[in-house]
């Protein structure tokens, strides 16, 4: 094949490459071009803010509920609220269109807001928006969530170019019958106080609005169709009014925490759209002071409100000896000391008993059998035991280590043979007569064979 040939092939090979790669690389850019983001990355989230936070210099860091939590060294804990009815729970809604609509995407009890704001300093910020503005990433006034209240003509705010805003100051601040119906109403027979939301109450223009945030900063937010709280009893205003509160400072028992109404001031849409990364910084740093700023997107209770403060004494252990666990103490300690007692007299090691030395264990088995023949008055019986030992003990002292190999007592008697002949006829002749003997014989008998085998045994054993 030619060098032009295979100059040709490599280039379409080169191009076939890159076509993939590009193919590859256009589905992936569909595909994430299509993908929801989750709730923290989209504009409802407040992910924008950690960052612009951590590049100011301040440490903001985000929990997702994922692994434990420290609350050491947290000055604020912000938790944004994305669920606008706590008492009613998790909501499931159909395919379609219907999941646009969504007002709760993220569901959370009132107990579990309750317990964060016990334990940490809490800044809440309300719901504000549907779900819809999270999957496709643009506000629409049909995204906006039902209110509590809705703001009439009477009042008019006007701010720079942008058309008036109406603020109704009359707004019924009673929580609507029916949600009380269905949980909404605090239990007055708790003793334990719980997280109240306040009102929410939106004006009729629905466009961008310079909202001025008074004396608590000198400066003015730029919110789409800005949305205020009518405040329950336990909270004071801290930008606008009681009836049409933006910012308010509230307690819980021993507890203060902060409400956002509006969520556009400080979300990801609003820094973006609003251009209220000043403000944001501004009203953060204030809240936080010289402590961390933790994000908790988490929905269940990892910190403790009231933790354990009981100082253990002697008395809390003493209570494990009283009756009826005397009686159970007392029976653990006498099984105990049985156990004990029984395992010192069968555990204990032999040689330590029956004195140093080998064939020690042997020599007591030995006495042993010895003692139980006399008993049994088996004369015979206890003479061919004897002659056994004998034999044994002139195979130690004939042959030594030898002895294991077999045979030993012939081999004895062999060695015997060399020395004295007819003492190794006579020791045979003796320990075979023994071994003949009945098991119950005279006494008399027994006595005279006895001296024969021992006068026999010293003998061979002088030799040794």
């Known amino acids: 094949m030619s060098q032009a040939a295979n100059d040709g092939q490599g280039r379409a090979w080169f191009l076939v490459t890159v076509l993939c790669a590009a193919a590859v690389f256009a589905l992936w850019f569909l595909a994430q071009r299509d993908r929801v983001p989750p709730i923290e990355q989209s504009a409802l989230g407040l992910d924008g803010?950690?960052?612009?936070?951590?590049?100011?210099?301040?440490?903001?860091?985000?929990?997702?509920?994922?692994?434990?939590?420290?609350?050491?060294?947290?000055?604020?804990?912000?938790?944004?609220?994305?669920?606008?009815?706590?008492?009613?729970?998790?909501?499931?809604?159909?395919?379609?269109?219907?999941?646009?609509?969504?007002?709760?995407?993220?569901?959370?009890?009132?107990?579990?807001?309750?317990?964060?704001?016990?334990?940490?300093?809490?800044?809440?910020?309300?719901?504000?928006?549907?779900?819809?503005?999270?999957?496709?990433?643009?506000?629409?006034?049909?995204?906006?969530?039902?209110?509590?209240?809705?703001?009439?003509?009477?009042?008019?705010?006007?701010?720079?170019?942008?058309?008036?805003?109406?603020?109704?100051?009359?707004?019924?601040?009673?929580?609507?019958?029916?949600?009380?119906?269905?949980?909404?109403?605090?239990?007055?027979?708790?003793?334990?106080?719980?997280?109240?939301?306040?009102?929410?109450?939106?004006?009729?223009?629905?466009?961008?609005?310079?909202?001025?945030?008074?004396?608590?900063?000198?400066?003015?937010?730029?919110?789409?169709?800005?949305?205020?709280?009518?405040?329950?009893?336990?909270?004071?205003?801290?930008?606008?009014?009681?009836?049409r509160a933006l910012l308010a400072e509230c307690s819980l028992g021993e507890a203060t925490y902060h409400v956002l109404s509006d969520p556009d001031l400080i979300n990801n849409h609003g820094l973006a759209q609003g251009d209220n990364a000043a403000i944001a910084r501004a009203l953060i740093t204030r809240l936080a002071g010289d402590g961390d700023v933790l994000i908790d997107y988490s929905t269940a209770v990892y910190l403790t409100a009231r933790p354990d403060e009981h100082q253990r004494s002697w008395a809390d252990m003493a209570r494990m000896f009283e009756p009826p666990f005397t009686w159970l103490w007392l029976a653990g300690a006498g099984l105990l000391a049985l156990l004990l007692w029984r395992a010192g007299i069968r555990g204990r090691p032999l040689l330590s008993i029956y004195g140093q030395g080998h064939g020690a264990a042997r020599a007591v088995a030995l006495q042993a059998q010895a003692r139980?023949?006399?008993?049994?008055?088996?004369?015979?019986?206890?003479?061919?035991?004897?002659?056994?030992?004998?034999?044994?003990?002139?195979?130690?002292?004939?042959?030594?280590?030898?002895?294991?190999?077999?045979?030993?007592?012939?081999?004895?008697?062999?060695?015997?043979?060399?020395?004295?002949?007819?003492?190794?006829?006579?020791?045979?002749?003796?320990?075979?007569?023994?071994?003949?003997?009945?098991?119950?014989?005279?006494?008399?008998?027994?006595?005279?064979?006895?001296?024969d085998v021992e006068r026999a045994y010293q003998k061979a054993l002088e030799l040794a």
């Open 372 to 451: 139980l023949m006399r008993n049994a008055h088996a004369d015979g019986a206890l003479l061919r035991t004897l002659v056994a030992g004998r034999r044994q003990a002139l195979a130690d002292a004939w042959l030594g280590r030898e002895r294991r190999a077999g045979h030993a007592f012939r081999r004895v008697v062999a060695r015997l043979r060399l020395k004295d002949e007819a003492l190794a006829a006579h020791l045979t002749d003796i320990f075979n007569r023994a071994d003949a003997l009945p098991d119950r014989i005279r006494p008399e008998v027994a006595a005279d064979a006895l001296a």
């Open 49 to 243: 803010l950690g960052i612009w936070l951590n590049a100011d210099g301040m440490d903001a860091r985000r929990f997702h509920g994922r692994g434990p939590l420290s609350g050491e060294g947290v000055g604020l804990r912000v938790l944004p609220l994305y669920d606008h009815d706590l008492d009613r729970g998790s909501v499931t809604f159909g395919g379609g269109e219907n999941t646009y609509l969504n007002a709760t995407p993220r569901g959370i009890s009132r107990h579990v807001v309750t317990t964060k704001i016990e334990t940490l300093p809490t800044f809440i910020i309300l719901p504000k928006w549907r779900d819809g503005v999270r999957m496709l990433g643009a506000v629409h006034p049909e995204f906006l969530i039902p209110v509590t209240g809705s703001a009439g003509p009477a009042e008019r705010i006007t701010t720079g170019a942008n058309a008036d805003l109406a603020i109704d100051r009359e707004v019924d601040r009673e929580v609507d019958r029916a949600d009380d119906d269905e949980g909404g109403r605090v239990d007055e027979h708790d003793p334990r106080p719980t997280y109240v939301d306040p009102a929410i109450i939106r004006g009729e223009i629905l466009d961008w609005v310079d909202v001025p945030l008074g004396d608590f900063l000198p400066q003015s937010a730029r919110l789409y169709a800005p949305q205020f709280m009518a405040l329950p009893d336990n909270c004071v205003p801290l930008v606008g009014d009681p009836d």
